[in-house]
Nanobody, 117 residues
Protein backbone atom coordinates (compact mmCIF):
# COMPACT_ATOMS: atom_id res chain seq x y z
CA UNK A 1 0.00 0.00 0.00
CA UNK A 2 1.37 3.37 -1.04
CA UNK A 3 1.94 5.78 1.84
CA UNK A 4 2.71 9.48 1.83
CA UNK A 5 4.07 11.42 4.78
CA UNK A 6 4.18 15.21 4.68
CA UNK A 7 6.43 17.35 6.83
CA UNK A 8 7.67 20.91 7.08
CA UNK A 9 4.54 22.83 7.96
CA UNK A 10 4.44 25.41 10.69
CA UNK A 11 3.88 29.01 11.65
CA UNK A 12 5.66 31.75 9.74
CA UNK A 13 5.31 35.50 9.38
CA UNK A 14 4.11 37.05 6.16
CA UNK A 15 6.99 37.31 3.73
CA UNK A 16 8.69 34.27 5.16
CA UNK A 17 9.48 30.89 3.66
CA UNK A 18 8.71 27.26 4.35
CA UNK A 19 9.64 24.03 2.65
CA UNK A 20 7.19 21.14 2.64
CA UNK A 21 8.28 17.61 1.92
CA UNK A 22 6.28 14.56 0.84
CA UNK A 23 7.97 11.21 1.35
CA UNK A 24 6.53 8.26 -0.54
CA UNK A 25 6.85 4.59 0.22
CA UNK A 26 6.08 1.54 -1.92
CA UNK A 27 6.11 3.60 -5.11
CA UNK A 28 8.74 5.60 -6.93
CA UNK A 29 7.73 9.24 -7.25
CA UNK A 30 9.32 9.23 -10.68
CA UNK A 31 6.50 6.96 -11.83
CA UNK A 32 3.75 9.21 -10.54
CA UNK A 33 2.10 12.56 -10.89
CA UNK A 34 2.50 14.28 -7.54
CA UNK A 35 0.65 17.36 -6.49
CA UNK A 36 0.40 19.63 -3.50
CA UNK A 37 -3.12 20.70 -2.61
CA UNK A 38 -4.34 22.96 0.14
CA UNK A 39 -7.56 23.48 1.97
CA UNK A 40 -8.34 26.55 4.02
CA UNK A 41 -11.20 26.58 6.56
CA UNK A 42 -14.52 26.86 4.79
CA UNK A 43 -12.98 26.52 1.35
CA UNK A 44 -12.62 23.74 -1.17
CA UNK A 45 -9.39 21.88 -1.57
CA UNK A 46 -7.39 23.36 -4.43
CA UNK A 47 -4.37 22.33 -6.45
CA UNK A 48 -1.31 24.41 -5.64
CA UNK A 49 1.41 22.75 -7.71
CA UNK A 50 1.98 19.53 -9.57
CA UNK A 51 4.91 17.67 -11.07
CA UNK A 52 4.47 15.03 -13.72
CA UNK A 53 6.41 11.82 -14.23
CA UNK A 54 8.21 13.63 -17.07
CA UNK A 55 9.22 16.45 -14.73
CA UNK A 56 6.77 18.96 -16.13
CA UNK A 57 5.27 21.32 -13.58
CA UNK A 58 2.23 23.51 -13.25
CA UNK A 59 1.14 25.98 -10.61
CA UNK A 60 -1.95 27.76 -9.43
CA UNK A 61 -1.89 31.38 -10.56
CA UNK A 62 -1.95 32.51 -6.95
CA UNK A 63 1.44 30.92 -6.21
CA UNK A 64 3.31 31.35 -9.49
CA UNK A 65 6.67 32.94 -8.92
CA UNK A 66 6.56 32.23 -5.18
CA UNK A 67 6.32 28.44 -4.91
CA UNK A 68 8.49 25.79 -6.54
CA UNK A 69 7.74 22.08 -6.69
CA UNK A 70 10.62 19.66 -7.14
CA UNK A 71 11.33 15.97 -7.00
CA UNK A 72 14.25 14.00 -5.59
CA UNK A 73 14.18 10.52 -7.05
CA UNK A 74 17.05 9.32 -4.86
CA UNK A 75 15.21 10.28 -1.67
CA UNK A 76 11.81 9.45 -3.19
CA UNK A 77 10.40 12.78 -2.11
CA UNK A 78 8.56 15.71 -3.63
CA UNK A 79 9.07 19.11 -2.06
CA UNK A 80 7.26 22.42 -2.20
CA UNK A 81 9.44 25.44 -1.55
CA UNK A 82 7.31 28.40 -0.57
CA UNK A 83 8.59 31.97 -0.52
CA UNK A 84 6.96 35.34 0.09
CA UNK A 85 4.21 33.67 2.06
CA UNK A 86 0.96 35.54 2.56
CA UNK A 87 -1.77 35.14 5.18
CA UNK A 88 -4.02 33.79 2.43
CA UNK A 89 -1.61 30.87 2.01
CA UNK A 90 -2.74 29.62 5.40
CA UNK A 91 -4.22 26.14 4.96
CA UNK A 92 -3.68 22.46 5.48
CA UNK A 93 -1.40 21.28 2.69
CA UNK A 94 -1.84 17.78 1.32
CA UNK A 95 0.37 15.69 -0.88
CA UNK A 96 -1.42 13.73 -3.59
CA UNK A 97 0.07 10.99 -5.72
CA UNK A 98 -1.38 9.33 -8.82
CA UNK A 99 0.46 6.32 -10.12
CA UNK A 100 1.03 6.38 -13.88
CA UNK A 101 0.98 2.57 -13.80
CA UNK A 102 -2.53 1.99 -12.46
CA UNK A 103 -3.88 5.53 -11.83
CA UNK A 104 -4.32 4.75 -8.14
CA UNK A 105 -4.56 7.90 -6.04
CA UNK A 106 -3.12 8.33 -2.58
CA UNK A 107 -3.38 11.27 -0.18
CA UNK A 108 -1.12 12.21 2.66
CA UNK A 109 -2.40 13.18 6.09
CA UNK A 110 -1.78 16.88 5.60
CA UNK A 111 0.42 19.45 7.25
CA UNK A 112 -0.70 22.81 8.62
CA UNK A 113 0.79 26.01 7.26
CA UNK A 114 -0.11 29.20 9.10
CA UNK A 115 1.07 32.60 7.89
CA UNK A 116 0.63 35.45 10.33
CA UNK A 117 0.24 39.05 9.20
Amino acid sequence: QVQLVESGGGLVQAGGSLRLSCAASRIAVGFAVVGWYRQAPGKQRELVAQIGSDGSTNYANSVKGRFTISRDNAKNTVSLQMHSLKPEDTAVYYCNLRSVMDSRITWGQGTQVTVSS
